[in-house]
């Protein structure tokens, strides 16, 4: 295990025990001479430091150095270990003390969320579907067996929030709000848990949209019909994204910048217009884009499923059609409190 990825206050025990315990070897070897060996040194090291006492392979007899060598080497080596172990064994305590704090806090703040996202399994998928809600501001909730998961996160500057355990289960989608979620990614790489995930979760929340993972094609039909709204199929979305990338190169560039770069804000977003809203029957341009900051409204999709490409100023505000925009994730939140008429309703 290389000596950076152990915590610096075990690593610095570690180098300090190797280095008593040298010394002493050290020390043995100089008083036994040629006819002992590094081997019989470090038997000596050892029966000293731990007041063993099984009999000295190294005689010390005559040798009044090697009792004064002796003498100094046990109360500050042996002083130094029992030291070293006590403050290992609290390093140990303090760890577990601090697991179960950070545990109970963040329990505390899962029973208080809503309208937030669940992302069910923390592999390479879960973790970039991860790193795009935090970019974005989405609240959400991980779900994933391993707790060392929380590693992860932090060694990609994620804050986030881990209910551990297997996302198949009933107990472990309470834990994480299910009933308040608005929305649940089934990321783990068998399509057998996805689709009892996307089972499970609409039984528990008929209103969660759910989007799954889909490693096999023939597959899709089984996970729409658990549940699953929209099932992503990764060969088939790597196929078409290398196709992309060799006949419109910098169509695709710009696409990955509006919806994954993590150095530009802008994303490519959604905005729901709800029944209540001000501006239902009036046309967008009433709708003052520049006053919240550079938004482009670039699309919108009518309820009846038509799409209306760059919408002309004129085009009227129709209840439950969804506005498709360029914007910062601050922005979009400050459009949709707008639209809404106030009300809180962020997707």
Known sequence: MPLKIIPKKLRNIIIIIIAVIMIGTAGFKVIGGS??????ALYMTAITLTTVGYGDVIGLDNKPLGKLFTIIYVFIGAGTI???FTTLAAYIIEGELRRVFRRRKMEKRIAKMKDHY???GIGMVGLYVVHEMYLTKRPFIAIDHDETKL??????NIEADLVVGDATENEILWKAMI?????????????????????????????????????????IDKLKRAGADSVV?????????????????????????????KYSPMRVEEVHVPARSP???????DIDFKTI??????????????????????????????????????????????????ADSVL
């Not at 590693?151 to 990609?156: C, I, L, P, S, Y």
């Not at 290398?242 to 695709?252: F, G, L, N, Q």
């Open 35 to 40: 006819e002992r060996s590094v081997l019989d």
């Open 82 to 84: 029992a030291y070293l």
């Open 118 to 120: 669940i992302v069910c």
């Open 151 to 156: 590693d992860v996160f932090k060694a990609n």
């Open 179 to 219: 009933e308040h979620a608005k929305g649940l990614y089934a990321t783990t790489d068998s399509d057998n848990d996805n689709i009892v995930i996307s089972l499970t979760a609409r039984q528990l929340n008929p209103s969660l949209r759910i989007v799954s993972r889909c490693n096999d094609t023939k597959n």
């Open 233 to 261: 199929a990764l060969n088939f979305i790597g196929g078409l994204r290398m196709a992309s990338e060799m006949i419109r190169p910098h169509v695709t560039s710009f696409l990955d910048m509006m919806l994954r770069d």
């Open 279 to 285: 501006f239902v029957g009036k046309p967008v341009k």
């Open 293 to 342: 900051g550079n938004i482009m409204l670039i699309s919108a999709r009518k309820p009846s499923g038509e799409w209306v490409y760059n919408p002309y100023p004129d085009t009227i505000c129709e209840k439950e059609m969804s506005l498709i925009i360029i914007a910062t994730p601050e922005e979009k939140e400050l459009l949709v409190e707008l639209v809404s008429g106030g």
